[in-house]
C-alpha cells in the first residue's frame, strides 16, 4: 500500500502506519480518536479536547466536559508551556498561540500529537495501555536550537465529579463537595471517596515537580477561560488545594534543555477502586497502594514503549483477521483499518460518549448494541459471546425488552423502557452472527434471565423463541407487525400524536393500543427469521423450524398483499389504517427501510418486487452524496407521524442520508446480483472515498457519520454525529460479505461475490476459526455474480462453502467467478 496518500488541506492517511495524520489544527471540526477498548476509555480531538471515562460516561467520568460548547471542544487534557514570555501548548489549543511546526496522528487507540514553537518542540503520545485502568500521556521535550533553554510545563484536566449528568446540574451541591489530595508528583481526586464510593482518581507524573495546583479558579484567575489561565502568565503554580467548586489536576514542572536535548516526562491518569475496609490508609488519607503500583507499571519510557508495542501488536493481530488486496487502495484502506477500527468504537460506546452523544442518556442501546455486534465478532468473539448474554438479559418474558441498559450496572433503563418494536428480532441476528462466525453452539444453552432476574432465566435458544413469538403475537390488521413506540427509526411514531413540546415523541404513546404497523419490521421478520430457521435446522428442531417457516411464509404473504404499492414497498400503516410511504401521498412518498428489509430478504424476487424497488430507490432516493431516508422531505409537522417530520427537509430523518440504512440497499443490490450499484452505493458514503468532500462534510473524513444532509437540505453533503452509528457494523457486513462475498456459515465460509463487472479480480486473507483461507478471487468473464468453480489445496470443491480445517492451518484457495 502506498504509505502516505494526500486528500485534502487538512491530512492525509498513513496507511504504512495505520494512522490518520493533521497538519493543521484547524479542523473544520474537531476530529477525534478513542482510546481504550476494554474499561477505561478517552475521547480525544486533535487540539487535546476531549474526555475520559471508566466503564461507563454517565456513572464513572473522570474528567469534565461540558456539552454545546464553544468551541465544541473546549477542556480536555492540555499542556502548557511558557518559554521566556511567550506560551503555548503543543495541541495549538487552549492558548492558540501560532505554532511553527504542528501534527496530529490519529491511529488505532493512540494519539500522538506534535507542536513546536521557537527552536521546542513537544510530543505528546495519548494511549491506553492493554488491561490498565489509566491512560498513558509520554511528553517529549527536544531544544532544536542553539541556545540553553530553560521552560516551564503546566499539565491540566478537570476533574469531573463522578456523575457527568449531576456534575453539570447539580451546582448548589457539587460546588461544595471538591476533594482532593496531593502527595509527591501525584494529585489525587477524591470527591465523595469518604462516603459512599469506593473510586478515585489520580493524574502523576515520574518526575519532581516544583508545583501544583488543584484549584481550578486558582489556576485560570478571575474571568478567564482555559486560554488565558493566571498561573501560566504568571509562570507560577498557586499550590492550591481545592475544598468544593471545581477540583483540577495540574502540574508544574521547570525543564532545561541543552541544544539538542530530549527529556521525557510520563503523566499517568487514571481510575482506581478499593475494598470498602481498605479505602484509608489514616483518617481522611486515602490508601494509595494501588493507584502507586499502577503508576509504577509506566514510570519510564521503557516500560511506556513497551506498553505501546503491546497496544500496537495487538492491533495488528486483530486487523489480519480480514484483508483484502485489490487494486483499490481506497477500498483496501477502508476495510483493512478503518472501517474495522470503528467497529471496535461503536462495538464498544454504541450510542452513548462522543462529540454528538452526551454519554448521560442513551446509555447502550439493544438495537444498536445487537448490531455493532455483527461487524466486530470477528475481532474479538470472547467478548461478543459476553455482550450477547448481556444484551439479552435486559429482554423481558414476553420477548420484548428494555430499549437501552447502562454498561455500569448491565441493567435495563427504565426511564426509556421499552415497546420499540424491531428490539426482538435483533437478538436473533446478533446471535446466528456469532455462531455461524464461531461455531459455538454451547452459548444457545446458556441460562440468561429476564429483565436481570435470576430466578427467571431460560436458555438463550428460548430467548430467541421468544423474539420470534413476539413478532407473530402482535399483528395488525394487515397481517403485519405492530410498530409500537418506533421500528428501527425511532422518529417514525405513528402512536404519538403530541402537542406538547415537553414530550419525548419516542417515550410517549398518546395513542393507547395504537393500530401502527411496520412493514419494516415484516421484512426484518422474514430476514432475521430465515436465519432462526436455518439455526433451528442446524439443531435438529425440525418441529420449531417448521413452525417458524409457517409464519414466515404468512408474513411473506402479507407484505405481497398488503405492504406492495406498485413500484416499491409501503414504509407502515398509520394509526388510522393509512397507509405511509405511498405513491398516493404527497410528501413521503417512499421511504428506505422497508426497501432495504424487504430486497434483503429477497421478498418478491421472482416476481419482480425487488427489481421494481431498487430501481425505485435509485430514482427516487439516490443522489450524489448517498441515499436520502424519504422523498420528498415532510415540509410540516404532521402529528400523526411524529418527529419525523419535525426535522427541516433533507437533514436527520426526514429526507437526510441516514447513513446507517445505506448498507441494506448495497445487500438489496447483491441479492438481485447488481455488483455495478452496490458498490457505486458503497463508495458514496464510505470515508475513504470522499478526498474532495472533506472541507464539506466537516467530520472525520476517517470514519462514518450518522447522517449526512440530503438533497433537499440547505447544505447537502454536510455530515453530523459520526463514529457512533450502526453504519460502520452494517457497511463492513455489506462490504465483505455482500460485495467481496467472504461469509461466514455454520459449516463453513461461503463464497459469493457480487461485483462491479470490470474488476479483474483481488485477494482476501480471512482467518475463520483459528484456520487462515488465502483467497484469490478471478473474473476473467467480468460479470458481476455467479461462480465457476473453487478449488481448496488445488482440490475441487463442490458448491460455494469452503471446508473447516485443524486450527492453526492455511490453506489457498482459488475462486473462477463466470
Known sequence: MTNQIQDNSYGYFDDNNKEYVITTPKTPYPWINYLGDTDYFSLLSNTGGGYSFYKDAKFRRLTRYRYNNVPVDTGGK??????????????????????DEYECRHGMGYTRIRGQKNSISSSVLFFVPQGEQLEVQQMTLTNHGDTTKTIKVFSFVEWC????????TNFQRNFSTGQVEVKDSVIYHKTEYRE??????????????????????????????????????????????????SPIGSHYIEVTLEPGETKDYVFTLGYVEMPQDDKWEAPAVINKTKALAAIARFDTVDKVQTAFNSL??????????????????RLNRGVNIWNQYQNMV???????????????????????????????????????????????????????????YQPLTKRGNAAVGGNFNDDPMWLVQSVTVYVKETGDFSILDEQVPYDNDETKSTSLFEHLTRSFNFITRNLGEHGLPLIGRADWNDCLN????????????????????????????????VLFGNDYVELCKQLDKKEEASRAQMYIDSMVGSIKENAWDGEWFLRAYDAFGKKVGTHEAKES??????????????????????????????????????????????????????????????????????????????????????GDLAFEYYTKIAPAYQDDKVKLHKTEPYVYAQMIAGKEAATPGQAKNSWLTGTAAWNYVAITQSILGIKPHYNGLQIDPCIPKVWQGYAVKRVYRGVTYNIQINNPKNVSKGIASITVDGKSVEGN??????????????????
Open 78 to 99: 492540555y499542556f502548557y508551556i511558557k518559554d521566556g514570555e511567550e506560551a503555548w501548548s503543543p495541541s495549538w489549543k487552549p492558548l492558540k498561540t501560532d505554532l
Open 161 to 168: 465529579l463522578w456523575n457527568a449528568e449531576d456534575d453539570m
Open 196 to 245: 459512599r464510593r469506593d473510586h478515585f482518581a489520580f493524574y502523576a507524573v515520574n518526575a519532581p515537580i516544583q508545583g501544583f495546583d488543584t484549584s481550578r479558579d486558582e489556576f485560570l484567575g478571575d474571568y478567564n477561560g482555559f486560554e488565558a489561565p493566571q498561573v501560566v502568565s504568571n509562570g507560577q503554580p498557586n499550590n492550591s488545594i481545592a475544598h468544593g467548586w
Open 312 to 329: 500496537n501488536q495487538y492491533w495488528e493481530e486483530l486487523l489480519s483477521k480480514f484483508i483484502v488486496d485489490s487494486d483499490d487502495e
Open 346 to 404: 461503536t462495538f464498544n460506546m454504541s450510542r452513548s460518549a462522543s462529540f454528538f452523544e452526551s454519554g448521560i442518556g442513551r446509555g447502550m442501546g439493544f438495537r444498536d448494541s445487537n448490531q455493532d455486534l455483527i461487524g466486530f465478532v470477528h475481532l474479538v468473539p470472547d467478548r461478543a459471546r459476553q455482550r450477547i448474554l448481556d444484551i439479552a438479559a435486559t429482554q423481558f418474558e414476553d420477548g420484548s425488552a428494555y430499549h437501552q
Open 494 to 525: 405513528l402512536n404519538c400524536f403530541s402537542t406538547d413540546p415537553n414530550e419525548s415523541f419516542q417515550t410517549t404513546e398518546n395513542k393507547e393500543g395504537g393500530r401502527a404497523e411496520s412493514v419494516m419490521i415484516a421484512g426484518q421478520f
Open 589 to 674: 412518498k417512499i421511504f428506505i427501510e422497508s426497501q432495504g428489509f424487504c430486497t434483503m430478504a429477497g421478498i418478491g424476487l421472482e416476481e419482480g418486487l425487488v427489481d421494481k424497488s431498487l430501481n425505485s430507490v435509485n430514482e427516487h432516493l439516490s443522489c450524489d452524496f448517498g441515499i436520502v431516508l424519504n422523498y420528498p422531505a415532510f415540509t410540516e409537522y404532521r402529528i400523526e407521524y411524529g418527529e419525523i417530520s419535525t426535522y427541516p427537509q433533507g437533514y436527520k430523518e426526514n429526507g437526510g442520508i441516514f447513513c446507517h440504512n445505506n448498507p441494506w440497499i448495497m445487500i438489496g443490490e447483491t441479492v438481485r446480483g447488481n
Open 801 to 818: 462453502i469452503l471446508p473447516l480445517f485443524d486450527q492453526g492451518s492455511s490453506h489457498e484457495v482459488i475462486v473462477t467467478m463466470g
